[in-house]
């Protein structure tokens, strides 16, 4: 039995949190070639071929598309990739990250 004044050490949970998620969403342009968005999904976003496919068919019909959904820094960095390879390309190709 604990006399009245001790105290009780309260085990304090420590709550795992999940990183944040944000969408890398493709922007559609009239220049960038449907070839170079395939490319891109397939080589930075690691699609397959049938999926890439599909992706570039929503953002070319759809004006947008969502590449992948990954945590801040990850989805920052893609969206530079991305960047880079079309500037190097020509292509004024444009990502970005929206809260998923």
């Given at each position: 039995m604990s006399a009245?004044?001790?105290k009780v050490q309260e085990r304090v949970r420590v709550k795992k949190q999940?990183?944040?998620l944000y969408k890398?969403?493709?922007l559609n342009d009239d220049y960038t070639t449907m070839?170079?968005?395939?490319?891109?999904l397939e080589s930075v976003f690691e699609k397959s071929p049938a999926e890439a496919f599909q992706i570039m068919m929503h953002v070319h019909t759809n004006g947008r598309g969502i590449a992948g959904v990954y945590p801040?820094?990850?989805a920052e960095t893609k969206v530079e990739?991305?960047?880079g390879l079309?500037?190097?390309a020509g292509f004024p190709l444009k990502a970005?990250?929206?809260p998923a």
């Open positions: 009245p004044d001790e999940e990183p944040e890398v969403v493709l070839e170079f968005v395939v490319t891109v801040w820094e990850v990739t991305v960047s079309a500037r190097e970005i990250t929206e």
